[in-house]
Protein backbone atom coordinates (compact mmCIF):
# COMPACT_ATOMS: atom_id res chain seq x y z
CA UNK A 1 0.00 0.00 0.00
CA UNK A 2 1.48 2.88 -1.13
CA UNK A 3 -0.24 5.63 1.46
CA UNK A 4 0.94 9.04 1.73
CA UNK A 5 3.80 9.64 -1.01
CA UNK A 6 5.89 12.61 -1.43
CA UNK A 7 8.49 14.07 -3.92
CA UNK A 8 11.59 14.53 -3.97
CA UNK A 9 12.85 13.13 -0.89
CA UNK A 10 15.72 15.50 -0.93
CA UNK A 11 16.47 18.92 -2.46
CA UNK A 12 19.13 21.97 -2.23
CA UNK A 13 17.74 25.18 -3.50
CA UNK A 14 19.67 28.59 -3.89
CA UNK A 15 18.09 31.28 -2.63
CA UNK A 16 15.10 33.06 -4.61
CA UNK A 17 15.00 29.97 -6.75
CA UNK A 18 11.24 27.71 -6.69
CA UNK A 19 10.30 24.66 -6.73
CA UNK A 20 7.23 22.78 -5.80
CA UNK A 21 6.82 19.59 -3.37
CA UNK A 22 4.33 16.70 -4.62
CA UNK A 23 1.82 14.91 -1.92
CA UNK A 24 -0.05 12.36 -3.50
CA UNK A 25 -2.17 9.62 -1.56
CA UNK A 26 -4.27 6.98 -2.68
CA UNK A 27 -6.70 6.46 0.17
CA UNK A 28 -9.24 8.50 -1.00
CA UNK A 29 -8.50 10.98 2.37
CA UNK A 30 -10.77 14.38 1.77
CA UNK A 31 -8.33 16.36 4.10
CA UNK A 32 -4.84 17.03 3.30
CA UNK A 33 -1.79 18.92 5.17
CA UNK A 34 1.65 20.60 4.68
CA UNK A 35 3.65 20.48 7.75
CA UNK A 36 7.27 21.91 8.35
CA UNK A 37 9.51 20.35 11.45
CA UNK A 38 12.00 21.81 13.24
CA UNK A 39 14.68 21.05 15.59
CA UNK A 40 13.29 21.46 18.71
CA UNK A 41 10.06 23.03 17.85
CA UNK A 42 7.81 19.89 16.45
CA UNK A 43 5.43 19.81 13.27
CA UNK A 44 3.92 23.51 12.29
CA UNK A 45 1.08 23.19 10.08
CA UNK A 46 1.95 25.11 6.82
CA UNK A 47 -1.21 25.41 4.93
CA UNK A 48 -4.09 22.41 4.81
CA UNK A 49 -7.35 21.42 2.23
CA UNK A 50 -10.33 20.01 3.24
CA UNK A 51 -11.24 19.42 -0.39
CA UNK A 52 -10.62 19.37 -3.92
CA UNK A 53 -10.40 22.97 -4.83
CA UNK A 54 -9.88 24.21 -1.30
CA UNK A 55 -7.14 25.50 0.58
CA UNK A 56 -6.32 27.44 3.56
CA UNK A 57 -3.71 29.00 5.85
CA UNK A 58 -2.10 27.21 9.22
CA UNK A 59 0.08 28.36 11.50
CA UNK A 60 3.07 29.34 9.35
CA UNK A 61 1.94 29.61 5.75
CA UNK A 62 4.46 33.05 4.65
CA UNK A 63 6.33 32.14 1.88
CA UNK A 64 4.74 29.42 0.87
CA UNK A 65 1.57 28.70 -1.79
CA UNK A 66 -0.60 25.13 -2.09
CA UNK A 67 -2.35 23.98 -4.61
CA UNK A 68 -5.47 20.88 -4.90
CA UNK A 69 -6.59 20.45 -8.14
CA UNK A 70 -7.18 16.69 -7.63
CA UNK A 71 -8.40 15.09 -4.37
CA UNK A 72 -5.56 13.20 -4.64
CA UNK A 73 -2.86 15.28 -4.92
CA UNK A 74 -1.75 18.96 -2.64
CA UNK A 75 1.15 20.90 -3.88
CA UNK A 76 3.67 23.19 -2.08
CA UNK A 77 5.18 25.98 -3.87
CA UNK A 78 7.58 28.18 -2.32
CA UNK A 79 8.07 31.08 -5.06
CA UNK A 80 11.24 32.48 -3.49
CA UNK A 81 13.07 30.58 -1.61
CA UNK A 82 15.21 31.59 1.87
CA UNK A 83 17.26 30.20 3.98
CA UNK A 84 14.78 30.03 6.92
CA UNK A 85 12.56 27.60 5.03
CA UNK A 86 15.68 25.03 5.27
CA UNK A 87 13.50 22.55 7.06
CA UNK A 88 12.03 19.08 6.64
CA UNK A 89 8.46 19.12 5.09
CA UNK A 90 5.88 16.26 6.01
CA UNK A 91 2.50 15.65 4.08
CA UNK A 92 -0.60 13.85 6.16
CA UNK A 93 -3.94 13.17 5.18
CA UNK A 94 -6.85 12.19 6.65
CA UNK A 95 -10.69 11.39 6.36
CA UNK A 96 -13.36 13.95 6.20
CA UNK A 97 -15.42 15.46 8.84
CA UNK A 98 -15.15 12.84 11.51
CA UNK A 99 -12.29 13.98 14.11
CA UNK A 100 -12.23 9.97 15.20
CA UNK A 101 -9.34 9.08 12.71
CA UNK A 102 -5.52 10.21 12.93
CA UNK A 103 -3.79 11.74 9.79
CA UNK A 104 -1.51 9.58 8.10
CA UNK A 105 1.93 11.08 7.38
CA UNK A 106 4.51 10.50 4.12
CA UNK A 107 7.92 10.02 4.73
CA UNK A 108 8.98 13.85 4.74
CA UNK A 109 11.04 15.70 2.06
CA UNK A 110 14.59 17.41 3.25
CA UNK A 111 15.05 20.91 1.79
CA UNK A 112 18.39 22.73 2.28
CA UNK A 113 18.18 26.28 1.02
CA UNK A 114 22.20 27.80 0.73
CA UNK B 1 -3.01 30.35 20.88
CA UNK B 2 -3.44 26.52 20.87
CA UNK B 3 -0.26 25.14 22.97
CA UNK B 4 1.33 21.30 23.43
CA UNK B 5 3.74 20.59 25.67
CA UNK B 6 6.28 17.52 26.21
CA UNK B 7 8.52 16.40 28.86
CA UNK B 8 11.04 15.65 29.03
CA UNK B 9 12.79 16.61 25.46
CA UNK B 10 15.16 13.93 25.82
CA UNK B 11 15.68 10.60 27.59
CA UNK B 12 18.49 8.20 27.67
CA UNK B 13 17.74 4.47 29.10
CA UNK B 14 18.79 0.83 29.26
CA UNK B 15 16.74 -1.70 27.35
CA UNK B 16 14.46 -3.14 30.39
CA UNK B 17 13.97 0.06 31.63
CA UNK B 18 10.19 1.87 31.65
CA UNK B 19 9.66 4.85 30.65
CA UNK B 20 6.98 7.74 31.16
CA UNK B 21 6.50 10.12 28.86
CA UNK B 22 4.46 13.53 29.44
CA UNK B 23 2.10 15.90 27.12
CA UNK B 24 0.14 18.73 28.70
CA UNK B 25 -1.87 20.98 26.84
CA UNK B 26 -3.74 23.89 26.22
CA UNK B 27 -6.32 24.29 23.56
CA UNK B 28 -10.14 25.64 22.89
CA UNK B 29 -12.57 23.21 21.56
CA UNK B 30 -10.66 19.95 22.44
CA UNK B 31 -11.54 16.76 20.60
CA UNK B 32 -9.00 14.09 21.19
CA UNK B 33 -5.20 13.48 21.74
CA UNK B 34 -3.20 11.74 19.72
CA UNK B 35 0.46 10.00 20.18
CA UNK B 36 2.73 9.51 17.02
CA UNK B 37 6.24 7.54 17.21
CA UNK B 38 9.02 9.17 14.19
CA UNK B 39 11.97 7.26 13.72
CA UNK B 40 13.97 7.69 10.47
CA UNK B 41 11.00 9.49 8.40
CA UNK B 42 7.18 9.52 8.67
CA UNK B 43 5.28 9.86 11.95
CA UNK B 44 3.70 6.95 12.66
CA UNK B 45 0.43 6.37 14.35
CA UNK B 46 0.05 4.75 18.25
CA UNK B 47 -2.88 6.11 19.72
CA UNK B 48 -5.49 8.47 19.98
CA UNK B 49 -7.76 9.34 23.22
CA UNK B 50 -10.72 11.38 23.92
CA UNK B 51 -11.98 9.95 27.42
CA UNK B 52 -10.90 10.92 30.33
CA UNK B 53 -9.51 7.53 32.69
CA UNK B 54 -9.45 5.29 29.95
CA UNK B 55 -6.23 3.15 29.16
CA UNK B 56 -5.48 2.50 25.87
CA UNK B 57 -2.68 -0.65 25.27
CA UNK B 58 -0.81 -1.67 22.47
CA UNK B 59 1.64 -4.34 23.52
CA UNK B 60 4.33 -2.50 26.05
CA UNK B 61 3.05 0.51 24.92
CA UNK B 62 0.16 2.34 27.04
CA UNK B 63 -1.40 5.84 27.03
CA UNK B 64 -4.25 7.98 29.51
CA UNK B 65 -5.67 10.93 29.00
CA UNK B 66 -6.75 13.64 32.16
CA UNK B 67 -8.94 16.01 30.22
CA UNK B 68 -9.42 17.78 33.69
CA UNK B 69 -5.99 18.35 34.19
CA UNK B 70 -5.32 18.72 30.48
CA UNK B 71 -2.33 15.76 30.19
CA UNK B 72 -1.36 12.75 29.28
CA UNK B 73 1.18 9.95 29.56
CA UNK B 74 2.89 7.53 27.66
CA UNK B 75 4.30 4.42 29.03
CA UNK B 76 6.96 1.90 27.50
CA UNK B 77 7.55 -0.87 29.72
CA UNK B 78 10.84 -3.46 29.10
CA UNK B 79 12.23 -1.29 26.52
CA UNK B 80 14.21 -2.29 23.52
CA UNK B 81 16.66 -0.78 21.54
CA UNK B 82 14.07 -0.47 18.89
CA UNK B 83 11.99 1.57 20.70
CA UNK B 84 14.51 4.47 20.08
CA UNK B 85 12.53 7.29 18.61
CA UNK B 86 11.04 10.71 18.94
CA UNK B 87 7.46 10.25 20.28
CA UNK B 88 5.49 13.42 19.46
CA UNK B 89 2.25 14.30 21.46
CA UNK B 90 -0.86 16.35 18.95
CA UNK B 91 -3.86 17.30 20.05
CA UNK B 92 -6.60 17.65 17.53
CA UNK B 93 -8.85 20.86 18.43
CA UNK B 94 -11.97 22.52 16.16
CA UNK B 95 -10.44 25.41 13.84
CA UNK B 96 -11.88 28.78 14.72
CA UNK B 97 -15.03 30.22 13.30
CA UNK B 98 -17.22 27.58 14.19
CA UNK B 99 -16.29 25.10 11.42
CA UNK B 100 -16.23 21.50 11.93
CA UNK B 101 -13.14 20.74 11.12
CA UNK B 102 -10.01 20.13 12.97
CA UNK B 103 -6.36 20.64 12.88
CA UNK B 104 -3.70 19.31 14.81
CA UNK B 105 -1.26 20.98 17.23
CA UNK B 106 1.97 18.94 18.14
CA UNK B 107 4.37 19.28 21.33
CA UNK B 108 8.12 19.55 20.49
CA UNK B 109 8.52 15.68 20.95
CA UNK B 110 10.27 13.54 23.49
CA UNK B 111 13.98 12.03 21.82
CA UNK B 112 14.01 8.50 23.64
CA UNK B 113 17.28 6.68 23.17
CA UNK B 114 17.43 3.17 24.37
CA UNK B 115 20.75 1.52 24.76
CA UNK B 116 21.07 -2.04 24.64
Known amino acids: NAGVTQTPKFRVLKTGQSMTLLCAQD?????MYWYRQDPGMGLRLIHY???????AKGEVPDGYNVSRLKKQNFLLGLESAAPSQTSVYFC?????????????FGDGTRLSIL | EDKVVQSPLSLVVHEGDTVTLNCSYE??????LLWYKQEKKAPTFLFML????IEKKSGRLSSILDKKELFSILNITATQTGDSAIYLC????????????????FGQGTILTVHP
Open chain 2, 50 to 53: TSSG
Open chain 1, 49 to 55: SVGEGTT
Open chain 1, 92 to 104: ASSYGRGFRQPQH
Open chain 2, 90 to 105: AVDSLLAGGTSYGKLT
Open chain 2, 27 to 32: VTNFRS
Open chain 1, 27 to 31: MNHEY
